[in-house]
């Protein structure tokens, strides 16, 4: 049972315009969302988060929107620049518990210069 | 440390034999998460250490899987046996503690440990 859903494996943006990775998800009891960047041979590394009492959280060029209703979000970048290139995961947990994050299988991001 | 420091790099073993893989926490840091991620796929939870106990194991795939955590600090992933689907990229992540107070940043990866099984 995947419950973080990422369902565009790839994507390609021209530099300059706006990149807007998608992110499903079915727990309603899901109380925060992270974003992970990853480069090849790389660990992942955190990109923003938002918690399930907001719906935006914005950082310089990275703006994560949460959609509690529709358990969506999404991670918009902008202006995406060829350094953005990279796999990017969302990850979910629970209020409670162990406190794991359940990730999303990815999207993989390519800016065209 | 001042990162998550996993070893090997890469391992590539046969079939049958067994594995160990090794992850270096950020000192300090209470909370150590085994993950690995397969080709095509997404990151996959294995086991959740906090101090030297494993309170969720639940993403083990099999009892060939084992993990050990000792002084709170180093842990290591063992797997016996190895089969080919076991090939994968083998995550350790750590964090401060595991609760609510480390909403904003989650884990911290290492590099991970590529194994191949042949």
């Known amino acids: 049972d995947q419950q973080v859903k990422q369902n565009s494996p790839s994507l390609s943006v021209q530099e300059g315009r706006i990149s807007i990775l998608n992110c499903d998800y079915t727990?309603?009891?899901?109380?925060?969302f992270l974003w992970y960047k990853k480069y090849p041979a790389e660990g992942p590394t955190f990109l923003i988060s938002?918690?399930?009492?907001?719906d935006k959280n914005e950082d310089g060029r990275f703006t994560v929107f949460l959609n509690k209703s529709a358990k969506h979000l999404s991670l918009h970048i902008v202006p995406s620049q060829p350094g953005d290139s990279a796999v990017y995961f969302c990850?979910?947990?629970?209020?409670?518990?162990?406190?794991?994050?359940?990730f999303g299988t990815g999207t993989r991001l390519k800016v065209l210069a | 440390g001042a990162g998550v420091s996993q070893s090997p790099s890469n391992k590539v073993t046969e079939k049958g034999k067994d594995v160990e893989l090794r992850c270096d926490p950020i000192?300090?840091?209470?909370?150590l998460y085994w993950y690995r991620q397969s080709l095509g796929q997404g990151l996959e939870f294995l086991i959740y250490?906090?101090?030297?106990?494993?309170?969720?194991k639940s993403g083990l795939p099999s009892d060939r899987f084992s993990a050990e955590r000792t002084g709170g600090s180093v842990s290591t992933l063992t797997i016996q046996r190895t089969q080919q689907e076991d090939s994968a990229v083998y995550l350790c992540?750590?964090?401060?503690?595991?609760?609510?107070?480390?909403?904003?940043?989650?884990?911290?990866f290492g590099s991970g440990t590529r194994l191949t099984v042949v």
């Open positions: 727990n309603s009891m899901f109380d925060y």
């Open positions: 000192s300090g840091h209470t909370a």
């Open positions: 992540a750590s964090s401060l503690i595991p609760g609510p107070a480390i909403k904003n940043y989650g884990y911290t």
């Open positions: 938002i918690s399930s009492i907001k």
């Open positions: 250490f906090q101090g030297n106990s494993a309170p969720d």
């Open positions: 990850a979910a947990r629970r209020a409670s518990g162990t406190y794991k994050y359940i």
